[in-house]
């Protein structure tokens, strides 16, 4: 069995961010969320991974390499335009072949993993699993439709009028028929092939889609509450580690890791939380939920629950709270007169701003 790991996205819901980098590797809880799913594949004993990349392909093929040092074998696929995820398939048609594969959307994360998924696919023989999850705004999603038995009778994506509250998963088990199906079917309004139209394909020529409903937890991270929430999840289940340098001014409550190299001074890390390697905390706080990367520099500052990647710089910016700090980013003070707010943002960006009364 294969995996087809779909990376290729630009990632206009994360921007300014991922103007300057895949959507794909932004961490969370210190590891970026395509690794997350590669090593899921990994743990599912699939190991020959076809990953479908785009304009960001020289930045995912530096992180991934040959997929060794994750258990997995690499082939990279380019993919000429983000023409959707059926498309995603036609052209890993050689790579793929004949032999039944799991596709992953690289941005998606399912704890848990997908051993038990790929076990029940092997074991039934259907020609596609899909996975459902009840969704509270399935209007921003592909929508199933079952009938009384369970099955699937009908798939919408991102309707206006959601036939039920099931939404897709970006996890997908496919055997060899849905290579036709993605030849059989037209660009939608988008301009995409859609991967919900494929498989109604299949539904209507009678092929066995199996749905199964996912109980545990599954995200998108494609949007700023997405990837802090994901972070929240993945940081509840750290194994406490201090393997960098606390100062004896320094406090460390609950679940927190400090990688090696990171130092803290006259600090405090209220878990959960993560300190990544080279990173040094001076006279802050740093409180539940926050994921802080490589390298950076945080001083005289209180975050909580944020994620700052690698490289940024936070100085003497009283507290922040529910944000996403991206690379080589500074934050500090201004000491000019007039006392104003002077910034510099990327398109898309989105600042909020404490006031005094």
């Not at 290729?8 to 300057?20: N, V």
């Not at 848990?112 to 998924?117: A, K, V």
């Not at 945080?298 to 909580?304: G, S």
Request: glycine share 12%.
């Amino acid at each position: 069995m294969k995996a087809l790991v779909l990376a290729g996205g630009s990632g206009t819901r994360l921007r300014p961010i991922t103007h300057t980098s895949a959507k794909q590797l932004v961490p969370v809880a210190n590891k970026p969320v395509l690794f997350y799913g590669l090593e899921a594949i990994a743990a599912a004993d699939i190991t020959n991974v076809g990953i479908i990349v785009g304009e960001t392909a020289a930045e995912i093929e530096a992180a991934v390499g040959d997929g060794a040092e994750l258990g997995i074998e690499v082939t990279y696929i380019r993919q000429e335009a983000p023409l959707g995820l059926a498309h995603a398939v036609l052209v890993a048609r050689d790579f793929l072949g004949d032999e039944p594969f799991v596709m992953y959307l690289g941005d998606n994360l399912i704890i848990g993993g997908i051993s038990g998924l790929v076990e029940e696919f092997r074991r039934s023989g259907p020609d596609a699993l899909i996975l459902l999850t009840k969704v509270s705004n399935p209007s921003a999603f592909g929508v199933a439709e079952l009938g009384p038995g369970g099955q699937i009778v009908r798939l919408v994506e991102k309707p206006r009028q959601p036939p039920s509250d099931l939404a897709l998963v970006g996890v997908y088990l496919f055997g060899p028929a849905v290579h036709e199906a993605v030849r059989g079917i037209k660009p939608s309004a988008r301009g995409e092939l859609e991967i919900t139209e494929a498989i109604q394909w299949l539904v209507d020529g009678g092929y066995e889609v199996a749905p199964h409903l996912v109980e545990g937890y599954w995200k998108d991270t494609g949007r700023l509450d997405d990837m802090l929430e994901t972070n929240r999840h993945l940081l509840e289940s750290l194994e406490p580690a201090v393997r960098g340098v606390v100062d004896e001014g320094s406090t460390v409550v609950g679940r927190v890791v400090i990688e090696e190299g990171a130092s803290l001074v006259r600090s405090t890390v209220r878990g959960p939380a993560i300190i990544g390697r080279g990173t040094r905390v001076v006279d802050s706080y740093v409180g539940p939920f926050t994921s802080i990367y490589h390298s950076c520099a945080i001083e005289d500052t209180e975050i909580e629950y944020s994620i700052v990647l690698e490289r940024a710089t936070i100085r003497g910016i009283g507290r922040i709270e529910d944000s996403l700090i991206g690379r080589d980013v500074e934050v500090v003070p201004s000491a000019a007169r007039p006392r104003a707010h002077r910034l510099m943002l990327g398109d898309h960006s989105r600042v909020s701003v404490a006031t005094t009364p």
